[in-house]
């Protein structure tokens, strides 16, 4: 039974935005407050809509500008109650079969003014991702010498701990127990380091690299793998809510699904268009909106299919196959906090990021 749980309503206002507030901006409270909706009010707390963060992802597919107001984006028509509402009838309210995806429920008064937020929690927080993860370890960290020298990328520590062992700990506090760990510079490093995985209350198989494989080639080397498999690579510092992606790849019934992150290009120069000779249209300085690859995989155990055994393939190439095979490749839409720690600068912003408590 899903249960209900009563927010503070002296706590409300972290809930509450104006309409008018940039996505961008709405993406930073619902990280930094890790809430999952946000009540658009106008003055007197007088309920427009919500916004939540499918609704934001939604727009990212849709190549909606993050600097657009959040109100274009938001359900203008939302569920509500009345804030007399009794425990018993919100329960039967949003666990009904009718509107069974009901996770959040504003109280209004008379006016429409918000006064409370009830919200479900436990229903799959509750529950282990039924998944194995699979962490790439074994990169050179080539732009990252001299720290590399003597130790591999993957456990380089962010504050006192590793990078790959606050990776493991996210993961493990979703529920995933078992953990393929591809290796191939300074593997003894990293075995001496995580063992088989006990000491962190999980179990961990190795997977030896010879040669180096690529970014999707040492998956090739998995024994048959029985659950669908969660991919990330040795040096990513995110917040990613990986029961979101999880539920996106079911609802989407696609063998590979790879998380996406907006970058946004700014051409430095006036962008001439032309036909033939004669120019038909400039743009002064245009940015140009992208889904870049965020290094993050949920896969099926089918896709291992198309990878080749001990040669060098990419994640690219895997995705390739996959689309010249007619089947389905979707995008995850991420709107955490994510680092790539591929150069120093990285490795310097990772600090300060973990000192700040931004992650």
């Given at each position: ?27 930073s409270i619902l990280t930094r407050t890790e ?86 929690e436990g229903w799959l927080q509750k529950d ?84 180096p494989l690529g970014t999707a080639g040492a ?141």
């Amino acid at each position: 039974m899903m249960s209900v749980v009563y927010a503070a309503t002296n706590g409300l206002e972290q809930f509450v935005v104006e309409p008018k507030t940039p996505i961008s901006e709405a993406i930073s409270i619902l990280t930094r407050t890790e809430a999952d909706v946000l009540l658009l009010c106008e003055n007197d707390q007088q309920l427009v809509g919500t916004l939540s963060c499918d609704d934001i992802r939604q727009a990212i597919l849709e190549g909606v500008s993050l600097k657009e107001p959040c109100l274009r984006i938001a359900d203008l028509n939302p569920i509500t109650a009345s804030k007399s509402i009794s425990r018993r009838e919100a329960m039967h309210l949003m666990n009904g079969q009718e509107i069974s995806s009901v996770k959040y429920l504003p109280l209004v008064d008379e006016k429409g003014r918000v006064v409370n937020l009830l919200s479900q929690e436990g229903w799959l927080q509750k529950d282990a991702l039924p998944l194995s993860a699979v962490i790439m370890a074994g990169g050179f960290g080539s732009r990252l010498r001299p720290l590399t020298n003597d130790l591999p990328k993957p456990l380089l520590p962010i504050g006192d701990r590793p990078i790959m062992e606050l990776i493991i700990e996210q993961l493990r506090d979703v529920g995933i127990q078992q953990f393929y760990v591809t290796t191939h510079y300074l593997p003894e490093k990293i075995i001496n380091h995580f063992g088989n995985g006990r000491s962190f209350g999980i179990d961990i198989t190795y997977v030896s690299e010879d040669t180096p494989l690529g970014t999707a080639g040492a998956l090739g080397l998995l024994e048959n793998p029985n659950r669908p498999l969660l991919v990330i690579n040795g040096d990513i510092l995110t917040q990613l809510d990986f029961r979101a992606m999880w539920s996106f790849h079911r609802n989407h019934r696609a063998p590979l699904t790879v998380a996406v992150r907006p970058y946004e290009l700014q051409v430095p120069y006036g962008v001439m268009e032309s036909e033939g000779p004669y120019l038909r249209q400039i743009s002064e300085k245009p940015r140009l909106n992208f889904l870049v690859n965020a290094g993050i995989y949920l896969l099926e155990p089918s896709v291992l299919a198309y990878i080749p055994v001990g040669r060098r393939f990419d994640m690219t190439d895997l995705i390739q196959a996959l689309l010249d095979s007619s089947l389905r490749v979707a995008n995850f839409p991420m709107i955490e906090y994510w680092l790539d720690i591929g150069k120093y600068d990285d490795y310097q912003q990772a600090q300060k990021d973990f000192q700040n408590g931004n992650f």
